[in-house]
């Protein structure tokens, strides 16, 4: 059976987001991710990979959106990612996107743009959360895909 450490609570990070969200932040809600996965250390490990591998994929999606000026297709891959956000408990990625999906619903491309900014900066202190919450567990388990 796969356990995690009574100290791995959730991973903090210091950073300025240059947005308004402030620092020190807890990442990833462990606690509040094994509730939702039952207490079930093994779910929350599966559930963290799959979270992992599809931000990977829909942040070069939505950065690549903003890039291109295509507002429409920012709200669509931030309200993505936000649902996966909040399924895993990664709020400060959840309050970032969902602020983003907003601006860009909006039209309000400047904002849209800083926002994407502070996502691009959360995207991997998120994912090395996750695999940090991954290596945690006891016994190790196999974080390759």
């Known amino acids: 059976m796969h356990s995690f450490p009574p100290g791995c609570s959730g991973l903090s990070l210091t950073r300025s987001l240059n947005v308004g969200h402030s620092a020190p932040q807890v990442l990833i809600e462990l606690a509040e991710l094994s509730a939702r996965c039952l207490n079930q250390p093994k779910l929350v490990s599966t559930v963290l990979r799959a979270f992992s591998e599809s931000l990977r994929r829909n942040a070069q999606t939505l950065t690549d959106a903003q890039r291109s000026g295509d507002l429409a297709a920012v709200a669509q891959w931030a309200h993505t990612i936000k649902g996966s956000a909040l399924n895993v408990a990664a709020k400060p990625l959840a ?36 695999a940090a919450m991954l290596q945690a567990a006891t016994p190790p388990i196999n974080t390759a895909a």
């Not at 983003?100 to 995207?123: H, I, M, P, Y």
């Open 95 to 130: 309050t970032v996107v969902t602020d983003l999906e907003l601006a860009a619903r909006n039209g309000d491309a400047k904002r849209a743009a800083e926002l994407s900014d502070a996502f691009t900066q959360l995207v991997q202190p998120t994912l090395d959360a996750a």
